[in-house]
């Protein structure tokens, strides 16, 4: 599992295929000493990357990367004290999110797919009553310490604070020195994230079960439904979940949480809307393509909080564009970014299938207007996701940049633009004299243990800057000696040649958090 954790389970699944940490598997198979900040009892508290993602209706939600070393020494936690972590996790009868190793699978620990409506219909039967819930900015939220006393119960926990021998208590120290020594909220993006996610609530449903009569519920992450014969076994269930969040500083989500009679919708209405307007397999004609988009974004108006136009698009990677409506397609598809940002990572997928399974031709300057347009409306307020997607989407389509688009986004404080964009000047995406001054700045001493590691150990790895990096002292750091002898890296430069778009997937295109 330690290894699976450090290739698969590492890097957010939100950023582009650029970035891989399949290579730092190899520290997990080293046979020789480890540098003592990997071994040593006390962890040396580093300062996590940080990278904005889109979501829908505007809002953002904070990616955070930890320092790989700090990284392999909670994964090796998690390797270690598996049987237990997983004897927990199977303690809810409700999660559809329960982590699963899979040695074949895309993350190290993920949970198997499931279709939420088909899930919900099978626990609503014989009831009258349900309870949605959901809690407020769960992850960012999570108290440290509240791991031992879900693993050891509160007063164990509290009695022996600093007894490592509890799986708990190293849990907590480890995820303290990934975050600079805050108690408050986990990382979002890493699989150990999503294992310690399910650790807290899985004891909720369990004490939830035992106390109240529910006839069935479904949970995925910290979105619960439960189902209830009467209105006050529903009542009461919330009074106990509401009591027990509390118990772990947590709360919920007051917007999202209410409770309803029977019969209510099993999936948002703008799916039931959509799906039969999806244009035919192959050959619909320009009048279905437009009124399918036309219906799309008059739903996305209504629904502003809805991923409607990411389902629309996700819903077109089974649909092969007809010769004489491919430029339609694309400026349909290329207009949805502008909409909703995070939709371009399935544009980008709808493309490349039509490309291929369709034998046609992309309109570069169509993809050029877009891209560029996208990048000079999001760098200058540091939406990363955007600009890190349409550097991604660059070198996929083999499009260079304006000089604006690269002017804007030198300015940008963010380690993961920062990285492929020095990699994407490697490839003409960029000038050849395009460089950052504040980029080149964050090559200070300790850099490696600052929020830009990612930009620093890449520089030091390839070369980049090197004026730069021998005066600073990541040539000395034993972790990132260790990493770039074992060839250690976070990009897969051979990504913008191998990528194949993923399979029609609908329904989880908010990234799953």
């Known amino acids: 599992m330690l290894e699976a954790l450090l290739e698969k389970g590492f890097l957010p699944r939100e950023l582009p295929p650029l970035f891989s940490s399949a290579t730092l598997g190899y520290v997990g198979r080293f046979t020789g000493q480890l540098p003592e900040n990997l071994t040593k009892v006390q962890a040396v508290w580093t300062q996590p990357m940080h990278h ?33 972590l997983a004897t927990e996790w199977a303690k809810s009868p409700f999660s559809h999110t329960r982590p699963q190793y899979d040695p074949q699978g895309l993350r190290a620990i993920a949970s198997s797919a499931s279709d939420r409506a088909i899930a919900r219909a099978i626990t609503r039967v014989g009831a009258r009553y349900i309870l949605r819930a959901d809690i407020s900015q769960f992850y960012s939220s999570i108290y440290t310490h509240t791991i031992p006393w879900a693993l050891h119960t509160k007063a164990i926990a509290k ?4 007894d490592l021998t509890l799986c708990g208590n190293v849990i907590d120290k480890e995820l303290q020195a990934c975050q600079s020594g805050q108690t408050k909220g986990i990382a979002i993006g890493p699989d150990t994230s999503l294992g310690i996610a399910e650790l807290l609530l899985s004891s909720i449903d369990a004490k939830l079960v035992s106390e109240c009569k529910i006839v069935g519920g479904v949970r995925f992450i910290d979105d619960i439904e439960l189902s209830f014969s009467t209105l006050s076994d529903a ?44 244009p035919a397999y192959h050959g619909a004609s320009s009048f279905e393509w437009i009124d399918y988009f036309n219906s799309a974004f008059g739903l996305a108006r209504q629904n502003p909080t809805e991923g409607v136009l990411r389902y629309s698009i996700a819903a077109l ?79 996929l389509l083999g499009i260079a940049l304006s000089d604006v688009s690269q002017t804007v986004i030198s300015r940008m ?75 250690v890296t976070f990009l897969d430069i051979d990504a913008p040649h191998t990528y194949k778009p993923k399979a029609a997937v609908i329904g989880d295109e908010d990234g799953g958090y």
């Not at 904070?62 to 936690?77: D, K, M």
């Not at 917007?255 to 209510?264: D, G, H, Y």
């Not at 039509?354 to 207007?369: Q, V």
Request: charged content about 20%.
């Open 52 to 84: 904005n993602l889109s979501r829908v209706g505007g809002l953002r939600r904070r990616l955070t990367i930890p320092n790989p070393s700090n990284y392999f020494r909670l994964a090796n936690v998690f390797a270690t004290h598996n049987a237990q």
């Open 235 to 278: 009542e009461n269930a919330l009074i106990m979940l509401e009591a027990q969040l509390y118990e772990r500083e947590l709360q919920l989500n007051g917007n999202k949480t209410a409770i309803f009679e029977l019969p209510s919708e099993l999936e948002s209405i703008y799916v039931s809307k959509l799906r039969p307007m999806i």
């Open 413 to 487: 404080d963010d380690g993961c633009v920062a990285t492929a964009s020095m990699r994407a000047r490697e490839v003409g995406v960029f000038d050849p004299g395009f460089t950052s001054l504040l980029w080149e700045g964050w090559l200070v001493d300790d850099c490696f243990e600052q929020d830009h590691w990612l930009f620093a150990y890449e520089c030091y790895r390839r070369d980049w800057l090197p004026h730069l990096v021998n005066a600073s002292n990541i040539i000395a750091d034993p972790v990132a000696k260790l990493f770039k002898n074992l060839d």
């Open 317 to 395: 990677k089974s649909v092969t564009a007809a010769d004489g409506q491919w430029e339609l397609a694309q400026s349909l598809l290329w207009q949805c970014i502008a909409l909703d940002p995070g939709c371009l990572r399935i544009v980008l997928d709808v493309l490349l299938l039509n490309m291929e399974h369709g034998g046609h031709a992309l309109d570069k300057n169509i993809a050029s207007r877009a891209i560029n347009a996208l990048v000079q409306a999001s760098a200058p307020v540091g939406h990363g996701s955007e600009v890190v997607w349409s550097v991604w989407a660059c070198m």
């Open 159 to 162: 009695a022996r604070p600093r």
